[in-house]
Structures are given as structure tokens and as C-alpha cells.
């Protein structure tokens, strides 16, 4: 009985979006966000986070 391996495709945009969802941050609400630009208040103030899938 062979298997053939099922290839899945990783969604990066999800995986940081609930990764971000779940320490707490926020998506950004400025006028040139882009999908991935997130926000999160910390002790320092605000911490803009932009991450990129290269």
C-alpha cells in the first residue's frame, strides 16, 4: 500500500496574523498600512510591526 504525500501550501499571512492576534497586538488602522502592519502597546509605547515573507 503506497501513500502519496500530500504537499501543503504554508499561509504566511495567517500564521502571523494569529501569531500577532495571540500576544495581544492589533492590526494598523494608518491610512498606508498594509495587510501585515500591526501595532502593540508595550511598557516603551508603541511598537509598529511590519513583517515580511522574504
Do not use: E
Not at 3 to 14: H, L, P, S, Y
Not at 17 to 24: F, Q, T, V, W
Amino acid at each position: 500500500m503506497n501513500v502519496a504525500a500530500v504537499k501543503t501550501r504554508f499561509d504566511f499571512q495567517a500564521a502571523v496574523a494569529n501569531m500577532l492576534d495571540g500576544i495581544g497586538a492589533h492590526p494598523s488602522h494608518a491610512p498606508d498600512a498594509q495587510p501585515l502592519d500591526y501595532q502593540l502597546w508595550t511598557r516603551a509605547g508603541l511598537l509598529s510591526l511590519h513583517p515580511f515573507d522574504t
